[in-house]
């Protein structure tokens, strides 16, 4: 099975404090992906990698930058956090060739922004 | 760009009865993947079924069946014999053919079974 993981379940920071959410997959799989998800507005995407040392941004990457130095590692980073990033954070990947594609979820981590 | 649309934020059924999730999305690619996700309380989102556009046959996975659209653009969700471990939230999902992995998501829809 993949095994998409990241590094906390909950987390609380500060306001202006610089905050890594790390995620790891076991798969192999070229793509990953950063997702912000908040009640009524579904799933949206921050930015994702479809290789080591490449990323592109998504639709809402404004305050956050990303890094891919390993396949199997993605992070996300908040320079620094405002109390508007408070929101549960999903970390995804999947492989780029293959005939459907489909996306494997980590738990997810709900980050507070005090 | 594409969007996805679920008009349906909140929905209950009773247990062992039948519930259809509504899913439209707008596109102008002819070829393009769907998808719909659950996401249980507190739990990893996975996946429930997929369908590939280019296929009539409406896919189905046990309980899980879907009734694709492709004129209409509509992308449904029917499941049968709900079970209280059906709770969660659904998303749907669309995929164009060569877009290397990126997916647009609905809103969701949450999904109460109730005993």
């Known amino acids: 099975d993949v095994k998409v993981t990241q590094s906390s379940r909950y987390l609380v920071k500060r306001t202006g404090e610089k905050v890594f959410l790390e995620c790891v997959q076991d798969?192999?799989?070229?793509?990953m992906f950063w997702y912000r998800q908040d009640p009524g507005l579904g799933l949206r995407l921050i930015y994702f990698s479809y290789d080591v040392k490449m990323k592109e941004k998504g639709d809402i990457p404004e305050g956050y930058s990303v890094s891919r130095e390993k396949k199997e590692r993605f992070s996300l980073i908040l320079e620094s956090a405002s109390t508007n990033q408070t929101s549960m954070y999903l970390c995804a990947s999947s492989p780029y060739r293959g005939s459907y594609n489909e996306q494997f979820f980590g738990p997810g981590t709900r980050l507070t922004v005090l | 760009a594409q969007t996805v649309t679920q008009s349906q934020p909140e929905m209950s059924v009773q247990e062992a009865e039948t519930v259809t999730l509504s899913c439209t999305y707008d596109t102008s690619e002819n070829n393009y993947y769907l998808f719909w996700y659950k996401q249980p309380p507190s739990r990893q989102m996975i996946l429930v079924i997929r369908q590939e556009a280019y296929k009539q046959q409406n896919a189905t996975e046990n309980r899980f069946s879907v009734n694709f659209q492709k004129a209409a653009k509509s992308f449904s969700l029917k499941i049968s014999d709900s079970q209280l471990g059906d709770t969660a939230m659904y998303f749907c999902?669309?995929?164009?053919?060569?877009?290397?992995?990126?997916?647009?998501f609905g809103d969701g829809t949450t999904l109460t079974v109730k005993p």
């Open positions: 798969m192999d799989h070229e793509n």
């Open positions: 999902a669309f995929m164009r053919h060569t877009n290397a992995g990126k997916s647009t």
